[in-house]
């Protein structure tokens, strides 16, 4: 008997190996099929409304219940406790792998490094580095993450407004590939930093090309009234291009920019693409700058809720490779490498919050509360962005949504919610509530409000589950204070 195992794919969906048996006896093949992934499962699956939204891996079992990665999503809760994040890893690794070949293909010099602000964690980076992208961190604390996983510095990128001098001579020291310079202060302060350390710093500019990328005010980086990076429309760019390739320490390699975050819309990048392709050709005629590197940055959105879906990966590739190729025909630039730096869309899908429902308000007239055990505390998106989240009904994921109600969170304050609006079953004191898409990040921008406790982490794949980060404990509340006695 010969066993073989390869990809394989019911309603378009690629199934994990190991969910497989190709069997080869007298030239005949029995595929048996593990029972969580079946055929029936996946049909159920498609018949509810998040489906795009949540891991690749997401099943219902036979008797109405959410797994990911193989995991029943209520056992998980069991065994982590609640509130729980889930992280799938084989959605994870599938938008690694996604990212590289939609934009290989298109430019195929094209790096792929993965934004950590959305979720730093160093299972995470080891992941990434494993899956072979660059990384790029914004703070000393992101790159003690990076050094924790041991990511290779000859694949970091140090981006912020504002770093440290003992953020930068960490990073400098650590032999960090690349540092996005965002001031002119820190174009002094780096050039002081490589020469102290004896070393020829790799750098780009990140620049303000003064485009509206359409997504909420306090995401739009790219605009005039932004505080990243030096403005072309200013003259700040310019001057920023001069001053750094007057400097010996530094090497200028090429040009930045990042419109915001998400965009679901194409034609920014472009707009934004010719623009500083333009101003590219410019600083070369006047100040002989080469642009070998150019990055238009991340932002690629996903999919929060079923009504608003963005364009694929493949359509932002075609949009930045063609938009790439003809601004440097038209100007008359040799194609640089590209970077781009997804953090959300890497990361975004793969990850669900997972809730314990408490008290049930119904105000007659007015709207239905259903309060769980998290809230702004691990999500603070919804109150600061006014960010969409949809809800799945862990335990009974195709009942009936036969009512609308408002997901809040149980920190002291009325901002605190977590999906206005949303259609579910009668909600019940108990029962688990899933929000999709929230791999991206919620955690990262947790806070100990109302000295909450930060949830656990687990990753998920092929029916096992590992803690990545352990809920946190009132001890670690009171780690840092100092008694007075
Ligand atoms: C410079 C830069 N690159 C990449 C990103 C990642 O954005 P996203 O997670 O939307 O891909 C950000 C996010 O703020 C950023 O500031």
């Known amino acids: 008997m010969r066993t073989c195992e390869g990809l394989f794919q019911i309603d378009g969906q690629n199934l994990a190996n190991d969910n497989l048996l190709f069997r080869s006896t007298t030239g005949s093949i029995s595929i048996k099929i593990h029972p969580q992934e079946s055929r029936a499962q996946n049909i159920r699956m498609s018949n509810i409304p998040e489906q795009e939204l949540l891991p690749t891996t997401a099943s219902v079992s036979e008797d109405d219940r959410l797994s990911i990665g193989g995991c029943d999503v209520r056992d998980l809760v069991e065994e982590f406790g609640s509130p729980l994040y889930v992280y799938d890893e084989q959605t994870l690794r599938g938008m690694c792998r996604d990212f590289v070949s939609s934009f290989t293909s298109e430019y195929p010099r094209t790096r792929i490094e993965y934004s950590s602000k959305a979720f730093a964690n160093p299972t995470v980076a080891k992941i990434i580095d494993e899956e072979g992208l660059y990384m790029d961190i914004v703070t000393g604390g992101e790159l003690a993450v990076a050094i924790a996983a041991n990511f290779p510095a000859e694949r970091l990128n140090f981006h912020g407004n ?138 690629f959105a996903i999919g929060y809720v079923a009504d608003t879906l963005p364009p694929s990966m493949g359509e932002y590739a075609k949009e930045i490779a063609t938009a790439i190729r003809s601004g440097c025909d038209r100007y008359g630039l040799d194609e640089p490498e590209l970077t781009v730096e997804p953090g959300r869309a890497i990361v975004g899908r793969a990850g669900i919050a997972v809730y314990t429902v408490g008290g049930v308000k119904t105000i007659p007239g007015v709207r239905t509360y259903v309060s769980v055990d998290g809230g702004m505390g691990d999500n603070i998106r919804p109150a600061l962005y006014g960010a969409r989240y949809a809800v799945v009904p862990v335990d009974r994921p195709t009942a009936p949504r036969t009512r609308t109600v408002t997901v809040v969170g149980k920190f002291c304050e009325s901002g605190d919610f977590l999906a206005r609006d949303v259609d579910l079953p009668e909600p019940e004191t108990g029962e688990l509530l899933a929000l999709p898409a929230s791999g991206a990040y919620c955690l990262m921008m947790a806070s100990n409000y109302n000295m909450q406790t930060r949830p656990a982490v687990v990753l998920v794949n092929n029916g096992k589950a590992r803690l990545m980060r352990r809920r946190e404990t009132y001890s670690d509340l009171l780690a840092g204070t100092l008694n007075l006695d």
Do not use: C, W
Request: glycine fraction near 8%.
């Open 162 to 299: 504002n770093k440290g001098r003992e953020e930068l001579v960490e990073a400098v020291n650590y032999g960090i590939d690349s540092i996005t310079i965002d001031s002119f202060a820190e174009i002094d302060l780096l050039s002081e930093v490589a020469v102290e350390q004896g070393v020829r710093q790799k750098v780009m500019l990140r620049l303000s090309p003064s485009i509206d990328p359409h997504t909420h005010m306090l995401t739009s980086t790219g605009i005039l009234d932004s505080k990243f990076g030096f403005s072309i429309e200013t003259g700040d760019a310019e001057t920023a291009v001069e001053q750094a390739l007057a400097k010996d320490s530094l090497e200028v390699e090429g040009l930045h920019f990042h419109l915001g975050s998400p965009i679901f819309e194409l034609e920014p990048y472009s707009e934004a693409i010719d623009y500083v392709l333009q101003f590219a050709a410019n600083m070369r005629d006047k100040y002989g700058l080469v642009l070998k590197r150019f990055s238009p940055g991340g932002g």
